[in-house]
């Protein structure tokens, strides 16, 4: 069982062996046995997808895993399965994904047991799993007491029943751990590969002597060796000319039919025994009655854990193995052997890519496909309110100032006095050269443009008036936001809220005109007269991502990599109001419909001016929108009032769940019951099953796809946790979306979409 497996090949005598120093072998295998009281299930990676295949003797475990997921290495014991994978946010990240099965396989539970730096090497007795992280320090799983002290640093490591074994740097044998003759009777000496059973373990030494020691049964064989395999009682070990030869209770021995078979690489668990055949990687197993009359498993099977570098050179062909971007290692300490023929050759490349290369496809599919996508797409600009903002021209004198009151004196800042103050402030604002860009509009050229605000250019409605789009003389397209003419709240609350609704105003226009950044929709200037207070902003052709998800059947945004680019764009735009923007700006009310489209399919992310009014306005819509959009609210603001840059994060995690979903924020069930996004989606990513809850209008993700898929609903499932501090950052946000975007490759179906027009 505590297995334990060196990769190895017989070409590898063009390796020098002793460049290498002692214990490269890895305890991260692509082959792992598991049992219950009356199954068996085997499990192996499958050859470049790493996805996993697992049988099931007698038949009775049904595999539930998703077989599009991609693992680096597996371990299992006594009714349970865990699967190792790299994160998308940086190879450096870990997830361990764990099964367990009821004795008779009936019942399956799924578990992501691990996510944190990092593991380099994994394995798994009957019961407890334990792992070596980047700094080689000893982590274990399932193994509730177990916690001990000293010098936990080993460079590979075989957990046995109640223990654990390691080699340290220098190869001397460690063993952790309470099980009678095996912690405490270590052999001294330098050995290169460990490995532990149910009661008992071995080593290999640098000579490629065997030494045993705990409750051995049987007589060791004499020989030379480079690999283990123990169970209950029995043991297994690869010769160095990579034949088998197997001890233990009752005689065991390696059937006579396999004797021999060469074989890559060998494991246990219990009574039963896979091996990797050298010559065409078909999974072999032996040693329970299941396997007496057919020993082949699986017909090919990976041979070894991918990797991103092989100190002592890699298995020849395990390139492609491993999608040409990793491959497997064989072992350092193997003695120069007679050469044998190389495996066969492989098949030819197919499509069929490993999620883990997806990080190096990346720089390729961001630079040649993901980003081209123009579509014609007309859709209205969905606008949002901030109350009525409506400027009163009336005469101001009555608050009693002079006309000429010097602007924005320094102890009373925001109350400007009078409307010459508010001119003399726009105007200041008009001509600030780089940082005030804004233009300063006519009402009559824009009455023009909209044919007097007429209903045809009409848009959109928001709270606080219409939005129009309307083409200016010079040829621009532009979205108007008017105000509405219904002032007499204005005129009711009196002049001084009147001069610091004014003042408001100004500022938000100095604070918009210095944002300037491609995923933020731009101001481009403001209407000033009389009644009238309009804004004046960039017309983007492509409408509301809400739209594109909720209302059109025909949108290009029926591709991952589409969406999660959208993500990423919009991502980017909140990430500059949280970060570069002085002072910092929280937006306040993501969500779907206020993040826009432009003619290039560029998200951009609009109304973040609305924080900049402030608070301090007890008209209702006000507060209302204050707080959010229902369904996009962070509970945490919500409840403490506490508002920080971490409440756009979990509203912005809402819309990467409509995203994934297709759902709407609230949304209504198969029963017309009123839903929210989070409560239906988040349980199935936090189950691995994202798969059964993915827009079905996209078409399902490409073995490719999926990665970055579930990768992303994890990520949704951060932004949106009740705590602000346990949500990641809008940077963080952008660089993990960045990568899972990057690993997606388009479908050919979407290069057909760019060039459609519709609508
Ligand atoms: C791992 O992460 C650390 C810090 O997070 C970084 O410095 C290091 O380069 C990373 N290593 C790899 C292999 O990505
Ligand atoms: C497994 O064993 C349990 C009891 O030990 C028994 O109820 C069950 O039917 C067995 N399942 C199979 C598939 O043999
Ligand atoms: C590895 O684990 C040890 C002990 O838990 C910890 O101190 C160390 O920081 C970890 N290394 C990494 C790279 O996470
Ligand atoms: C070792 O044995 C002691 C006493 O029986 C027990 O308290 C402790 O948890 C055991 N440690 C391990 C790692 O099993
Ligand atoms: C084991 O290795 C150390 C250095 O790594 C060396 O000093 C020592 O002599 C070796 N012992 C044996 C028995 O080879
Ligand atoms: C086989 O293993 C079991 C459990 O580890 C042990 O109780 C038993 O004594 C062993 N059999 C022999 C012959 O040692
Ligand atoms: C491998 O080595 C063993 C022991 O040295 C020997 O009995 C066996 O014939 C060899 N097998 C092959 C295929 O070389
Ligand atoms: C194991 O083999 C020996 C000698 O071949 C034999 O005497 C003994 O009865 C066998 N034991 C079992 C349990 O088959
Ligand atoms: C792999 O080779 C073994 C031994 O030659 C053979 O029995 C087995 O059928 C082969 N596997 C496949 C898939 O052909
Ligand atoms: C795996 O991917 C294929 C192709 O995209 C898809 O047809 C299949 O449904 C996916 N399987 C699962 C379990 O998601």
């Keep these: 069982m505590g297995l334990f497996f ?31 009281s009356n199954l068996t299930l085997v499990c192996a990676l499958e050859p470049q ?20 997921y991609s693992f680096s290495g597996i371990v299992s014991g006594e009714g349970f399965l865990c699967g190792l994978r790299p994160s998308f946010s940086s190879s450096n990240i870990s997830v361990m994904h764990c099964w367990r099965f009821s004795s008779d396989g009936t019942t399956i539970e799924f578990k992501r047991i691990y996510e944190g730096p990092g593991l380099k090497q994994l394995d798994a007795g ?47 044998i460690k063993c952790l751990g309470n099980v009678t003759g095996i912690s405490g009777q270590e052999p001294r ?9 149910f009661t008992h373990a071995c080593a290999i030494g640098l000579d490629n002597d065997l030494e045993c020691w705990g409750n051995t049964v ?32 009752n005689n065991f021995s390696l059937p006579e039919e396999l004797g021999g078979y060469e074989f890559l690489s060998i494991e246990a668990k219990r009574n039963v025994f896979c091996g990797v055949l050298t010559f065409n990687y078909s999974l072999f197993c032996w040693g329970d009655t299941d396997f007496n009359s057919n020993f082949m498993v699986f017909s090919r099977v990976l041979p070894g854990p991918c990797r991103d570098s092989c100190p002592c050179g890699s298995l020849l062909g395990s390139g492609f193995l491993c999608n040409n971007v990793r491959s497997i290692c064989q072992t350092c300490n193997t003695p120069v052997v007679p050469i044998t023929p190389p495996p066969p050759s492989a098949p030819s490349p197919s499509s069929d890519l490993n999620g883990k290369m997806v990080a190096f496809l990346v720089v390729g599919c961001v630079g040649s496909f993901c980003w081209f996508l123009v579509v014609g797409f007309f859709v209205f600009r969905h606008c949002k309110g901030r109350g009525c903002r409506v400027h009163d021209s009336g005469p101001l004198d009555e608050t009693g100032r002079p006309d000429n009151a010097v602007p924005n004196q320094p102890q009373s800042p925001q109350v400007p006095s009078a409307p010459a103050v508010l001119e003399k402030r726009l105007s200041q604002l008009t001509s600030m050269g780089n940082t005030g860009r804004l233009e300063e509009f006519s009402l009559q050229a824009l009455i023009q443009a909209t044919n007097n605000f007429s209903e045809d250019h009409k848009v959109g409605t928001g709270s606080f008036g219409s939005v129009y789009h309307a083409t200016l003389d010079d040829g621009r397209e532009v979205a108007i936001k008017r105000a509405e003419i219904t002032c007499t709240a204005s005129y009711a ?63 290009p945004f029926m591709s991952w990599a589409v969406r999660l680019k959208i993500a990423s764009d919009a991502a980017r735009g909140i990430e500059y109001l949280h970060e570069y923007a002085v002072p910092p700006i929280i937006h306040r009310d993501i969500k779907s419909s206020n993040i826009l489209l432009d003619g290039n399919w560029s998200a951009k992310v609009s109304d973040f001016g609305l924080s900049l009014l402030g608070p301090g306005d007890d008209e209702s819509h006000l507060s209302l929108r ?22 756009d994060v979990y509203s912005f995690g809402v819309v990467l769940l409509e995203l994934l979903s297709g759902c709407k924020a609230i949304h209504r069930n198969e029963n017309g019951a009123p839903r929210n996004v989070i409560d239906f989606v988040v349980p199935y990513i936090l189950r691995d099953e994202i798969h059964r809850v993915l827009d079905p209008r996209v078409p399902p993700p490409t073995p490719f796809e999926i990665e970055a898929v579930a990768y992303v609903g994890y990520l949704a499932a951060d932004c949106i946790r009740p705590e602000g501090r346990d949500r990641p950052s809008m940077t963080e946000i952008v660089n993990s979306l960045d990568k899972a975007f990057a690993a997606c490759l388009l479908p050919p179906a979407l290069s057909r979409s760019s060039t459609d027009s519709s609508t």
């Design 6 to 36: 060196c990769e190895s090949h017989r070409v590898s005598l063009l390796i020098v062996s002793f460049l290498c120093s002692v214990s490269i072998c890895s305890s991260l295998s692509s082959v792992s046995i598991s049992e219950t």
């Design 49 to 68: 997808r790493s996805s996993l295949n697992c049988a099931s003797f007698p038949p009775g475990i049904q595999t539930p895993f998703n077989s599009n």
């Design 126 to 172: 009957n019961s407890h799993i334990c792992g070596l992280n980047e700094t080689n320090a000893l982590e274990c799983w399932r193994w509730p007491g177990f916690n001990p002290t000293g010098d936990r640093s080993f460079s590979t490591i075989a957990v046995g029943e109640g223990f654990v074994c390691g080699l340290s740097e220098a190869g001397k």
């Design 626 to 647: 204050a707080a959010g959009t229902v369904g996009y609210m962070d509970p945490e603001y919500y409840r403490l009032q506490q508002l920080t840059t971490k409440s």
């Design 218 to 249: 049987g007589n060791k064989p004499q020989g030379k060796f480079k690999a283990l395999a123990l169970g209950q009682n029995r043991s297994c070990a690869l010769r160095i000319n990579e034949t088998v030869v197997c001890w233990g209770e």
């Design 189 to 197: 000496g330098n050995y290169s590969v460990i490995a532990a059973g």
């Design 493 to 555: 609350i009196g002049t001084k809220r009147q001069e610091d609704k004014d003042n408001a105003f100004v500022n938000e226009l100095e604070y918009l005109s210095r944002l300037h950044h491609k995923n933020l929709v731009r101001l481009l200037g403001f209407c000033e007269d009389s009644n009238e207070r309009v804004l004046v902003y960039e017309y983007m052709d492509n409408g509301t991502l809400h739209d594109h998800l909720h209302k059109f059947q025909d949108s």
